[in-house]
């Protein structure tokens, strides 16, 4: 199934995943130096980092759901594609709740408390970024018109045939 959103001929979420997954996980490393005692404009640029990956996560949750509506329903890449969206829903909500505490804040930086959550957030922005990664190499949604939207898991060991067939 080919992207319904392509720049150039190429699927636009994937492009637009990139920037928001790099400002997020940046975030996060500069508030655990900045909590560990590294310079305090540490705080601010996190603080910037986190508004940034938010509108960048957002445009590419838009993109993200063209795709993820077209998938036929009862395929395993549908049943993929909704728990790749519900993890990033879920790291955008935590996000977005920690960037609101530090809005109205004195400062700038996260205490322990708003730091656990955004470790907790990257993590499940990890498992996410998995789940795309199957539904891209795996299942090829968004890069192949003739994908097998429902071929098993990347985790699953491939059966004696499948591995005399990659032989030939």
């Known amino acids: 199934m080919e992207s319904r959103l ?13 920037f928001p997954v790099a400002l ?30 938010l509108v960048g996560g957002v445009l590419a949750a838009v993109a993200g759901a063209v795709d993820l509506l077209a998938l036929p329903a009862g395929t395993r890449a549908k049943q993929v ?15 977005a709740a920690v960037w609101v505490v530090r809005l109205n804040a004195d400062s700038r930086a996260a205490g322990g408390a708003l730091i656990a959550i955004e470790v907790v957030a990257v993590a499940i922005l990890g498992l996410s970024a998995w789940l795309g990664g199957e539904l891209v190499d795996r299942l090829g949604v968004g ?22 067939g990659d032989m030939r």
């Open 24 to 53: 997020l996980i940046t975030a996060v490393i500069f508030d655990v130096i900045d909590a560990a005692g590294g310079p305090r404009y540490l705080a601010e640029a996190a603080y910037w980092n986190m508004a940034f990956g």
């Open 6 to 18: 392509k720049v150039l001929g190429h699927p636009l979420h994937p492009m637009l995943v990139m």
């Open 143 to 164: 890069v192949d018109r003739e994908a097998d939207l429902n071929a098993p898991s990347s985790l699953r060991p491939p059966s004696a045939t499948q591995r005399i």
């Open 81 to 95: 594609g909704l728990t790749h969206a519900a993890a990033n829903l879920a790291v955008i909500l935590l996000f």
